[in-house]
T-cell receptor, first 113, second 114 residues
Framework: GESVGLHLPTLSVQEGDNSIINCAYS??????FIWYKQESGKGPQFIID?????DKRQGQRVTVLLNKTVKHLSLQIAATQPGDSAVYFC????????????FGQGTELSVKP | GAGVSQSPSNKVTEKGKDVELRCDPI?????LYWYRQSLGQGLEFLIY????????KSGLPSDRFSAERTGGSVSTLTIQRTQQEDSAVYLC????????????FGDGTRLSIL
């Protein structure tokens, strides 16, 4: 079935380094992608989104890259801070398929001081 | 408040009991969604509302699960005759529209079935 998956379940980085979290998606018809951050005991927090008519979008300290050719999505976090430690999920949807988001399994990011 | 509000934050109940979970979306958001997150798992879609209508109920796992939304605002998710496998965090999200708009989540209701 359709799925969104992550290559690495855990990622450990040094404070100040850049982090890259990857995601593969299987539905080539998906046209909207979102990255979420989830801290323990909290709901997913919206980080950044991108539509399929773009291949890059930047936010504050974060960049999302979309490669539709290989169906790959990545989240880059610049100058990673201890407060960035959390589980990160990618999610996909199709505009004409209602509101359903399909989530990946998640990557746990651990930032070492 | 400014965000999605869910209540209760925690619920412990005995197997076989019915439970109701409540979601208050962000004011003005017309679309509302329910998801379930089991321990160590990703988020699983349950149901989606546009206004008071539910065009997509495809994720509801059984007929013990139902949801309604009234006044285009508050939604309740009801689980009848709860089973231990229903134990999970139930998350609600809302968005200003159904299309290319991010869904904003509440902090969920942690449901434990004894």
């Amino acid at each position: 079935g359709e799925s969104v998956g992550l290559h690495l379940p855990t990622l450990s980085v040094q404070e100040g380094d850049n982090s890259i979290i990857n995601c593969a998606y299987s539905n080539s018809a998906s046209d909207y992608f979102i990255w979420y951050k989830q801290e323990s005991g909290k709901g997913p927090q919206f980080i950044i989104d991108i539509r399929s008519n773009m291949d890059k979008r930047q936010g504050q300290r974060v960049t999302v890259l979309l490669n539709k050719t290989v169906k790959h999505l990545s989240l880059q976090i610049a100058a990673t801070q201890p407060g960035d430690s959390a589980v990160y999920f990618c999610a996909e949807k199709q505009y004409n398929q209602g509101g359903k988001l399909i989530f990946g399994q998640g990557t746990e990011l651990s930032v070492k001081p | 408040g400014a965000g999605v509000s869910q209540s209760p934050s925690n619920k412990v109940t005995e197997k076989g009991k019915d439970v109701e979970l409540r979601c208050d979306p962000i004011s003005g958001h017309t679309a509302l969604y329910w998801y379930r997150q089991s321990l160590g798992q990703g988020l699983e879609f349950l149901i989606y509302f546009q206004g008071n209508s539910a065009p997509d109920k495809s994720g509801l796992p059984s007929d013990r699960f139902s949801a309604e939304r009234t006044g285009g605002s508050v939604s309740t998710l009801t689980i009848q005759r709860t089973q231990q496998e229903d134990s999970a965090v139930y998350l609600c999200a809302s968005s200003s529209a159904q299309g290319y708009q991010p869904q904003h989540f509440g902090d969920g209701t942690r449901l434990s079935i004894l």
